[in-house]
């Protein structure tokens, strides 16, 4: 699905990105820990998370993440929609609980990047 | 690994210590480098991450430090050398989980323990060293063909 029907689902405000709303997203990732999202996430995803400092901008570029979702209703610091903007990562925020964003999102067809971790992870 | 090849790229970029104000500034230009170098991006972004947990770490635990970006025909060689605590128990450092991280680093969504465990995983040479009350070095590369050199 585009960018724009995850908005529309989570009743989200966009952040930065207004341009970008046609991006075509199917997966996803939450986390709150970065080093998790480094280890599992993978390009192309969106990044559901209640961090809004600018490193979930840093790990975002990092792995090519499409868009971040910020969830429970918080807000992005004004530096992390500064570097956002600079590096042209969309970012979204929705007033849904991080369990809701995600019901909400699979309920639609969006599915976790991976399902389960396992023993032969692959690291490319 | 064969460091003795040519050399195409070579720089040096100072990271600050014990700070968030810069970090991931030299990852995203380390990313941005290599793309623009026609590196392939799967590639790239495994030079990024590795790039970025080190990165990280500096500025979580050391009082200064700079990465060191060197990029061959056949592979990316990134070093990470810090002034500051060290590690004491590079082993128990290691294991995903294990983490000295306090409230600051936490708050900005760091301290699972998996830093260092992610920068061996998507790095195929991975070398550390430490001396406590002095720093931590460390060197990973990443070859850019696929003739693997074997996890270290
Ligand atoms: N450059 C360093 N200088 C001093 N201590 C370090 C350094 N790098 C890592 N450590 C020590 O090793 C531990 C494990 O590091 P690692 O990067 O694996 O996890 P973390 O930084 O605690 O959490 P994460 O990286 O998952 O956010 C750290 O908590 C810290 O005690
Ligand atoms: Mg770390």
Not at chain 1, 85 to 98: H, V
Not at chain 2, 2 to 11: F, K, Q, R
Request: net charge negative; with cysteine.
């Amino acid at each position: 699905m585009t960018l724009r029907e995850v908005q529309k689902i989570l009743e989200a405000e966009v952040f930065v990105g207004y341009d970008q709303l046609d991006i075509e997203v199917k997966t996803a990732f939450g986390a709150d820990l970065m080093s998790d999202v480094l280890a599992f996430a993978k390009a192309g995803s969106l990044l559901l998370t209640g961090l809004t400092n600018p490193q979930i901008v840093r790990t975002s570029d990092v792995l090519d993440i499409a868009a971040i979702i910020i969830v429970r209703g918080k807000r992005p610091l004004p530096e992390t929609i500064l570097l956002a903007e600079e590096l042209k990562i969309p970012i979204l925020g929705t007033k849904y609980i991080l369990f809701e964003t995600a019901g909400r999102l699979y309920a639609k067809g969006i599915v976790g990047c991976i399902e389960t971790v396992s023993a032969t992870r692959e690291f490319s | 690994m064969n460091s003795h090849e040519t050399v195409v790229y070579e720089n040096t970029f100072p990271v600050e210590g014990k700070s968030f104000n810069n970090a991931g500034q030299v990852s995203t230009q380390v990313k941005a480098l290599l793309q623009k170098m026609k590196i392939p991006i799967k590639i790239a972004r495994r030079a990024a991450i590795v790039t970025y947990e080190a990165e990280i770490n500096i500025c979580s635990y050391a009082d200064h430090g700079k990465i060191i970006l060197r990029v061959t025909p056949e592979e990316i060689i990134i070093e990470a050398i810090d002034e500051g605590q060290g590690i004491a128990d590079i082993e128990a450092a290691m294991e995903e989980g294990f983490s000295t991280a306090t409230e600051r680093i936490w708050r900005m969504g760091f301290g699972a323990g998996m830093g260092l465990s992610n920068m061996r995983n998507f790095s195929d040479y991975f070398h550390i060293t430490s001396e406590v009350g002095k720093g931590t070095r460390l060197k990973m590369i990443i070859c850019i063909d696929d003739k693997h050199l074997g996890k270290q």
